[in-house]
């Protein structure tokens, strides 16, 4: 296997996290967003030009939720999702506040959209990111807090999607310095993940291209 990733990324992170977690090796081929040279030439493996893209026995997969439910798929040890229909639509959903309702507004070319053709400065770009990080952790605070299938983990006491889309964006909230003080039950379960080699070892500061 070939991943295509960005040590910042967050979709990049997720993958890593899954890859980690089902025991899989791959090459790891950097890819620098902030690099013309390299985001043109990597247009003819995925022409969004957006990270991750997992190439694997020849076909080669784009979006991180495709990338994993992928990996789930060919390599169902250990299941990242549980065993009932009803308990993977929980864990999908609370994935997908993530990955669809977070992440969309607050990744790399919105907010150089934002500074760019927008025109707008680090205070508003920062004010932006930080109110949508509020929205949806907030939402996440109280889908899970309460819940009975809420255990050490979003979903019981074994990691799932759902963790695998939390942590990389709480790294990214601390990045932006944004307060997570009101959710404490996210900051239990991300420091439940932070144990596991998986993903320690996917963080972006272990990435070869980090810095």
Same mark, same amino acid.
């Given at each position: 296997?070939?991943?295509?990733?960005?040590?910042?990324?967050?979709?990049?992170?997720?993958?890593?996290?899954?890859?980690?977690?089902?025991?899989?090796?791959?090459?790891?081929?950097?890819?620098?967003?902030?690099?013309?040279?390299?985001?043109?030439?990597?247009?003819?493996?995925?022409? =969004? /030009?957006?990270?991750?893209? &997992?190439?694997?026995?020849?076909?080669?997969?784009?979006?991180? #939720?495709?990338?994993? +439910?992928? %990996?789930?798929?060919?390599?169902?040890?250990?299941?990242?999702?549980?065993?009932?229909?009803?308990?993977?639509?929980?864990?999908?959903?609370?994935?997908?506040?993530?990955?669809?309702?977070?992440?969309?507004?607050?990744?790399?070319?919105?907010?150089?959209?934002?500074?760019?053709?927008?025109? =707008? /400065?680090?205070?508003?770009? &920062?004010?932006?990111?930080?109110?949508?990080?509020?929205?949806? #952790?907030?939402?996440? +605070?109280? %889908?899970?807090?309460?819940?009975?299938?809420?255990?050490?983990?979003?979903?019981?006491?074994?990691?799932?999607?759902?963790?695998?889309?939390?942590?990389?964006?709480?790294?990214?909230?601390?990045?932006?310095?944004?307060?997570?003080?009101?959710?404490?039950?996210?900051?239990?379960?991300?420091?439940?993940?932070?144990?596991?080699?998986?993903?320690?070892?996917?963080?972006?500061?272990?990435?070869?291209?980090?810095?």
């Amino acid at each position: 296997m070939k991943l295509y990733s960005f040590f910042r990324s967050s979709a990049s992170y997720r993958v890593r996290i899954a890859l980690g977690l089902k025991g899989l090796a791959y090459d790891y081929h950097p890819v620098d967003l902030r690099s013309e040279q390299d985001l043109s030439a990597y247009l003819s493996v995925n022409p =969004q /030009g957006l990270v991750p893209a &997992l190439e694997d026995q020849g076909d080669i997969f784009i979006q991180s #939720l495709a990338i994993i +439910e992928y %990996l789930e798929e060919t390599h169902p040890q250990p299941p990242l999702l549980p065993s009932t229909a009803a308990q993977r639509a929980r864990v999908r959903g609370l994935a997908q506040v993530v990955a669809c309702e977070i992440h969309p507004l607050d990744n790399l070319r919105v907010l150089n959209y934002l500074g760019g053709p927008m025109k =707008q /400065g680090e205070e508003v770009k &920062l004010a932006w990111y930080r109110h949508w990080i509020a929205v949806g #952790l907030g939402c996440l +605070e109280a %889908l899970l807090k309460d819940h009975p299938a809420t255990g050490r983990f979003c979903h019981g006491d074994s990691p799932t999607l759902a963790d695998i889309c939390l942590v990389p964006q709480l790294y990214n909230a601390r990045r932006f310095q944004c307060e997570l003080s009101p959710y404490p039950t996210l900051l239990r379960i991300d420091a439940a993940c932070a144990a596991l080699p998986a993903f320690q070892n996917a963080c972006p500061e272990a990435q070869p291209d980090a810095g």
